[in-house]
């Protein structure tokens, strides 16, 4: 079973400042099996990027994904007020069917 | 507009069933699988169980496997997860969620239901 194990755990950060969250997993994935999506409190999830670095529809480009094998990131260029969440990643796998979620990163304001 | 709402939570004893629905519209709804993603309070997002266009294909987490039983209508537009034997680790908000079509990721959650299990 693959763990995907995020940090950190919390990142206090100011706005306009560049965040950088990593995703790492227990073995080795598809970069086409890795997303991440963002939460706000009281929201359900949105979807940020899908395939390791591509970006879902109305994201904006401040927003990027890179990674491969075990180490994924997602950075975040400059804050914006909105972007203060929590963000997930994701892994998904074939066969059989399984989905599994990091434990969350939370960005705060500092 | 691609909406997807469920309903059908609520206080449970632990040891019974309660049945959620998800209604969807403003899409193809047999073009997508769809699944449900469950959060207990202050916590994650755990995957709970997904199934395919046509039914042809079902997962579930180890968690919930052989007590939840997913389904799906497509004539009615609608999900269903059939949830017994419950238990308190069970207490979360549970989502509907859309597959990105020729995908594996969820491109629509809906506003989740609760379902609280407590005696």
């Known amino acids: 079973e693959i763990v995907l194990t995020q940090s950190p755990g919390t990142l206090s950060l100011s706005p306009g400042e560049r965040a950088t969250l990593s995703c790492r997993a227990s073995q080795s994935v598809s970069s086409s099996s890795l997303a991440w999506y963002q939460q706000k409190p009281g929201q359900a999830p949105r979807l940020l990027i899908y395939?390791?670095?591509s970006r879902a529809t109305g994201i904006p480009d401040r927003f990027s994904g890179s990674g491969s094998g075990t180490d994924f990131t997602l950075t975040i260029s400059r804050l914006e007020p909105e972007d203060f969440a929590v963000y997930y990643c994701q892994q998904y796998g074939i066969s059989p069917p399984k989905w599994t979620f990091g434990q969350g990163t939370k960005v705060e304001i500092k | 507009e691609v909406q997807l709402v469920e309903s059908g939570g609520g206080l449970v004893q632990p040891g019974r069933s309660l049945r959620l629905s998800c209604a969807a519209s403003g899409f193809t709804f047999d073009d997508h699988a769809m699944h449900w993603v469950r959060q207990a309070p202050g916590k994650g997002l755990e995957w709970v169980s997904g199934?395919?266009?046509?039914?042809?294909?079902?997962g579930y987490a180890d968690s919930v496997k052989g007590r939840f039983t997913i389904s799906r209508d497509n004539a009615k537009n609608s999900l269903y997860l059939q949830m017994n034997s419950l238990r308190a680790e069970d207490t979360a908000l549970y989502y509907c969620?859309?597959?990105?079509?020729?995908?594996?990721?969820?491109?629509?959650w809906g506003q989740g239901t609760l379902v609280t299990v407590s005696s």
């Open positions: 969620t859309r597959v990105i079509s020729g995908d594996y990721v969820f491109d629509y």
């Open positions: 395939g390791a670095s």
């Open positions: 199934i395919s266009w046509n039914s042809g294909s079902i």
